[in-house]
């Protein structure tokens, strides 16, 4: 069975950062575009990262470009999110999510894992 | 960016109604296009793939279809577990987005 467990989400204060993980069972990661979504509280899901199989190739939304940068490390077949400079409206489930991919990370999403909260508040 | 919309964002139905949402696209995006459902608190799941293709375990009562910027999903006899929120996603050109949502919710 493919599992994603995120991890790492927390209250953090405006212009902090925090970074995310994503562990995966199941699935070898290195195969595999992966990708970032968040959803904030009654709002509709939103894209907001992907990392290609090798982690040679990213893609952002213009809403994290400069502050978020993804990556993964194959070895432990995890993947990370780190995000700085957040705002307030950057508070979110965050989910990663594996992409199976038509083509230069465009795809949809199967499985997602449970998600993690974070929350950006002084 | 694709634009997307979703309609109706709620919906009241009984058990055993056959419901139909809509997701329509600000361009052509190719058939590039999923459905998920999701409950409260829980993660999205993977309805539909390629605008009518069933993610393998999914019931045969969900079908999708549609073309070029008009597409639906129909649940033919709805089951107490399909009320929930459901999602449309285009994967024709990033950023990949998604539709508002449809929540359905028991009359």
């Known amino acids: 069975e493919v599992k994603l467990s995120e991890s790492g989400g927390d209250l953090v204060q405006p212009g902090g950062s925090l970074r995310l993980s994503c562990a995966a069972t199941?699935?070898?990661?290195?195969?595999?575009?992966m990708a970032w979504v968040r959803q904030a509280p009654g709002k509709r899901l939103e894209w907001v990262s992907r990392v290609s199989g090798s982690g040679g190739s990213t893609d952002y939304a213009d809403s994290v470009k400069g502050r978020f940068t993804v990556s993964r490390d194959n070895s432990k077949n995890t993947l990370y999110l780190q995000m700085s400079s957040l705002k307030a409206e950057d508070t979110a489930v965050y989910y990663c999510a594996r992409v199976l991919t038509t083509f230069g990370g465009r795809g949809w999403f199967d499985p997602w894992g449970q998600g993690t909260l974070v929350a950006v508040s002084s | 960016v694709v634009w997307m919309t979703q309609s109706p964002s709620f919906l009241s139905a009984s058990p055993g109604d056959r419901v139909t949402i809509t997701c329509r696209m600000s361009q052509d995006i190719n058939n590039f296009l999923a459905w998920y459902q999701q409950k409260p608190g829980k993660a999205p799941e993977l309805l539909i793939y390629a605008a009518s293709t069933l993610q393998s375990g999914v019931p045969s009562r969900f079908t999708g279809s549609g073309s070029g910027t008009s597409f639906s999903l129909t649940i033919s006899y709805l089951q107490s577990e399909d009320f929930a929120t459901y999602y449309c996603?285009?994967?024709?050109?990033?950023?990949?987005?998604f539709g508002g949502g449809t929540t359905i919710e028991i009359k």
């Open positions: 996603q285009q994967y024709d050109s990033l950023p990949l987005t």
């Open positions: 199941g699935i070898s990661l290195s195969v595999y575009d």
